[in-house]
T-cell receptor, first 114, second 115 residues
Framework: KAGVTQTPRYLIKTRGQQVTLSCSPI?????VSWYQQTPGQGLQFLFE???????NKGNFPGRFSGRQFSNSRSEMNVSTLELGDSALYLC?????????????FGPGTRLTVL | AQSVTQLDSQVPVFEEAPVELRCNYS??????LFWYVQYPNQGLQLLLK??????LVKGINGFEAEFNKSQTSFHLRKPSVHISDTAEYFC?????????????FGKGTKLSVIP
């Protein structure tokens, strides 16, 4: 069974630009969550999608948005990039998004904002 | 709201020695507990999780953890470490009553195994 895939693996953008990251969950998984990982703040929850609906959102500004498609693939968009958005963005999938479900993480997309 | 504290940011240990990585949590509700490992340039991999039942949980790669409700701790242990265990380890919690999945992570502990 293929794992969670994220594309692209690396991105370099400049301040003010926008970026879209993609995540393909494990086949059969309907929940997709996104996390931001930085050396200073650690791993922080961005949002979670299930059946194309955002069910939960972390404490991030509105510049961070996402969506989920009918095949459970998810995209995350960051508009008006800031230097502080440089981070590893991790996507995780699980069967139903329940609190006891195991989340399976992708390798991440490393975003560098110059 | 929950919070997770990993008491050591870095832990050096000699190969074949035992190791304990400490994790304490704070929550006003019941939680599930998890340990994840992250190898360089990779995502996170689940080592083990505590949902209910026996407080001693065994995971992959010879790791185990013990849930202590009175001390709100979930420390990770391995009796004999290998070079391949060098990685960053994250403790995490989720709210058992939550309708959707949200993990709250600690800041991580970097385990360095010295040959």
């Amino acid at each position: 069974k293929a794992g969670v895939t994220q594309t692209p693996r690396y991105l370099i953008k400049t301040r003010g630009q926008q970026v879209t990251l993609s995540c393909s969950p494990i086949s059969g998984h309907r929940s997709v969550s996104w996390y931001q990982q930085t050396p200073g703040q650690g791993l922080q929850f961005l949002f979670e999608y299930f059946s194309e609906t955002q069910r939960n959102k972390g404490n991030f500004p509105g510049r961070f948005s996402g969506r989920q498609f009918s095949n459970s693939r998810s995209e995350m968009n960051v508009s008006t990039l800031e230097l502080g958005d440089s981070a590893l963005y991790l996507c995780a999938s699980s069967l139903s998004g329940g609190a006891s479900d195991t989340q399976y993480f992708g390798p991440g997309t490393r975003l560098t904002v110059l | 709201a929950q919070s997770v504290t990993q008491l050591d940011s870095q832990v050096p240990v000699f190969e074949e020695a035992p190791v304990e990585l400490r994790c304490n949590y704070s929550s006003s509700v019941s939680v599930y507990l998890f340990w994840y490992v992250q190898y360089p340039n990779q995502g996170l991999q689940l080592l083990l999780k505590y949902l209910s039942g026996s407080t001693l949980v065994k995971g992959i790669n010879g790791f185990e953890a013990e849930f202590n409700k009175s001390q709100t701790s979930f420390h990770l242990r391995k009796p004999s470490v290998h070079i391949s265990d060098t990685a960053e380890y994250f403790c995490a919690v989720s709210d058992t009553g939550a309708g959707s999945y949200q993990l709250t992570f600690g800041k991580g502990t970097k385990l360095s195994v010295i040959p």
